[in-house]
């Protein structure tokens, strides 16, 4: 075993507040592009110019031409090591939180119980009216379709329920993120550049005294804060930690 990840068992033994922050490459392995890799979402397309409020506004056919590619196939995946990891950390009963960049529902789909997943950037799991507030499961997306775009009973068109670029953050979901993180002994840091903010800058609500544990494949703006940092492949990574602890690989 690499003296990094013996490292970090030996923090997982002495903490009981866990707290996990994730992002896209948690979830890579499932199958689902990050947005900055090579491979990622931003060599095909930028999401920065289509999933806006914006282009949501003033060109619903071509944000939801965008979109519609990615609810279809969002109940195809399936969670991978790094949300089982996640969820044997719950139920040896270390975790406190996840709270979590990603907007596919994997973290719950693992094992996690829902009332653990702080999702800050929403959900593709239902679709929104911005005009009364009306919440749609996802598998309504086509019986909802008038022509190419999903309409709420109220006549606007439907939005899926996450964060676009322009959009706010929620804040019941960010308030419970810095209280969890606020209150953690331990917070690893998962899949994620930190670079997009107000999610990169949560680290920083952790308490003095916190440790702090990175797994990643490239550096990010934390390393130097660190007490560990595994490198490598976060799916093999997340397995042998599973294993350390006596779990069987998934
Ligand atoms: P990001 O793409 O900026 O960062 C992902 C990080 O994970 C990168 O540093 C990458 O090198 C690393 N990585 C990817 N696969 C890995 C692997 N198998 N092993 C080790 N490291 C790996 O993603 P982000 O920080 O989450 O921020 C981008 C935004 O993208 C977020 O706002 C998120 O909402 C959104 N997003 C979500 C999903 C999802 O829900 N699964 C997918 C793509 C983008």
């Known amino acids: 075993m690499s003296g990094e990840r013996k490292e970090l068992l030996d923090l997982i033994g002495e903490s009981v507040r866990i707290v996990a922050l994730t992002g896209a490459g948690i979830s890579t392995a499932s199958g689902i592009p990050d947005f900055r890799s090579a491979g990622g979402i931003w060599e095909k397309e930028d999401p920065m110019e289509v999933a806006t409020l914006s282009v949501f506004r003033r060109d619903p056919e071509r944000f939801w031409a965008f979109y519609r590619k990615r609810l279809d196939t969002a109940g195809s995946y399936e969670p991978y090591p790094g949300h089982a990891f996640l969820a044997h950390l719950a139920s040896l009963g270390k975790l406190s939180a996840v709270v979590t ?68 953050l929620p804040e019941p979901a960010v308030e419970r993120s810095i209280e969890a993180i606020g209150g953690c002994d331990l917070l690893l840091l998962i899949g994620s550049s930190l670079v997009v903010y107000p999610a990169a800058g949560l680290p920083g609500y952790r308490p003095a005294g916190a440790r702090l544990a990175v797994i990643n494949d490239e550096p990010t703006p934390w390393e130097s804060d660190a007490d560990v940092w595994l490198s490598g492949d976060i799916a093999e990574q997340c397995g042998e930690l599973s294993a350390g602890l006596g779990f069987a690989r998934d």
Do not use: W, Y
Request: hydrophobic share 40%; aromatic share 2%.
């Open 101 to 168: 960049q990603n907007i596919d529902g994997l973290h719950q789909a693992g094992g996690v119980d829902a009332a653990l997943v702080h999702e800050v950037h929403g959900s593709v799991r239902e679709l929104e009216c911005l005009s009364c507030g009306e919440r749609f499961p996802r598998a309504r997306l086509d019986e909802l379709t008038v022509g190419t775009l999903p309409v709420c009973a109220c006549g606007e068109v439907l939005k899926p329920a996450v964060v676009l670029f322009e959009e706010m």
